[in-house]
Nanobody, 116 residues
Framework: QVQLVESGGGLVQPGGSLRLSCAAS????????MGWYRQAPGKQREFVAG???????NYADSVKGRFTISRDNAKNTVYLQMNNLKPEDTAVYYC??????????WGQGTQVTVSS
């Protein structure tokens, strides 16, 4: 049973923008804080941004002012608008519940490559 499906990644030049989407099953999404995470080659997965069901948001320092997380509670979907992308943003991006108590199996993620 697929619980998390990320999409919207691609190849973009530095300074460009992408919008990621994540469709989640209700058991993971409903009422829970959701987050975006990323994993670059040879590095551990890291937190990027999170949003509670009530809309409280926090970001990793590295993306503040450039990324915007949002959610549509009616569609069980969380989004990540990424602007002014940098080569160091290159990674596979994943979504999941912030709390490990409600976290589902990690999806396949969506590849974001920032390169000229």
């Amino acid at each position: 049973q697929v619980q998390l499906v990320e999409s919207g990644g691609g190849l973009v030049q530095p300074g460009g923008s992408l919008r990621l989407s994540c469709a989640a099953s209700g058991s993971i999404f409903r009422g829970n804080a959701m987050g975006w995470y990323r994993q670059a080659p040879g590095k551990q997965r890291e937190f990027v941004a999170g949003i509670t069901s009530g809309g409280i948001i926090n970001y990793a320092d590295s993306v503040k002012g450039r990324f915007t997380i949002s959610r549509d509670n009616a569609k069980n979907t969380v989004y990540l608008q990424m602007n002014n992308l940098k080569p160091e943003d290159t990674a596979v991006y994943y979504c999941n519940a912030v709390s490990s108590k409600f976290r589902g199996s990690w999806g396949q993620g969506t590849q974001v490559t920032v390169s000229s």
